[in-house]
Antibody
Framework: QVQLVESGGGVVQPGRPLGLSCAAS????????MHWVRQAPGKGLEWVAL????????YYADSVKGRFSISRDNSRNTLYLQMNSLRVEDTAVYYC???????????WGQGSLVTVSS | QSALTQPPSASGCRGQSVTISCTGT?????????VSWYQQHPGKAPKLIIY???KRPSGVPDRFSGSKSGNTASLTVSGLQAEDEADYYC??????????FGGGTKLTVL
């Protein structure tokens, strides 16, 4: 069965960096694009980034462009999100999700909470 | 990228039907057939329930249906059940490998 498990969340000060990981299993990871989607406390879902199956193309929401970097290691079946220059408004649960084509996310992880606070 | 517009709340009695709208623009909802809907219970990850406007993944009850007209997509839940009480989100492909979500609708089953 498809499993996505995020890790790396925690409390970080504004301006500091933090990295998230998403371990994938139960499917051919290298065949699928992957998303990061976040949800601020009590708020809706916000798409953050997409990486193609081979890692050669990456796309970002305007709100994180230039600060966040999505990457993957297909040999380790792992997706990453490097977040730099964090802001209070980046506080959210970050989900990784499998892309099944044109933005459709058919499987999601359980999420990892990132809190940006001084 | 502006969020798609959904009503903040919707409600219906058990056994009845409710429809949730999702309004975008010709650059997202109106321009592509790639609208999806997700159900999210409190403290849980979202679950895909509709994709490509009206298709259901395996295991999703046929009480859930989707449609689209112009720049507005809709999710209809028929025969409401207590377990349908949740938050519902639409999303759409927005071109250039970008994705946009709706603000979410809290569905209450009375």
């Amino acid at each position: 069965q498809v499993q996505l498990v995020e890790s790396g969340g925690g409390v970080v000060q504004p301006g500091r960096p933090l990295g998230l990981s998403c371990a994938a299993s139960g499917f051919s990871f290298s065949h699928y694009g992957m998303h990061w989607v976040r949800q601020a406390p009590g708020k809706g879902l916000e798409w953050v980034a997409l990486i193609w199956y081979d890692g050669n193309d990456k796309y970002y929401a305007d709100s994180v462009k230039g600060r966040f970097s999505i990457s993957r290691d297909n040999s380790r079946n792992t997706l990453y999100l490097q977040m730099n220059s964090l802001r209070v408004e980046d506080t959210a649960v970050y989900y990784c999700a499998r892309d099944d084509g044109y933005g459709r996310s058919d499987f999601w992880g359980q999420g990892s909470l990132v809190t940006v606070s001084s | 990228q502006s969020a798609l517009t959904q009503p903040p709340s919707a409600s219906g009695c058990r056994g009845q039907s409710v429809t949730i709208s999702c309004t975008g623009t010709s650059s997202d909802v109106g321009g592509y057939k790639y609208v999806s809907w997700y159900q999210q219970h409190p403290g849980k990850a979202p679950k895909l329930i509709i994709y490509e406007v009206s298709k259901r993944p395996s295991g999703v009850p046929d009480r859930f249906s989707g449609s689209k007209s112009g720049n507005t997509a809709s999710l209809t839940v028929s025969g409401l059940q207590a377990e349908d009480e949740a938050d519902y989100y639409c999303n759409s492909y927005a071109g250039s490998n970008k994705v946009v979500f709706g603000g979410g609708t809290k569905l209450t089953v009375l």
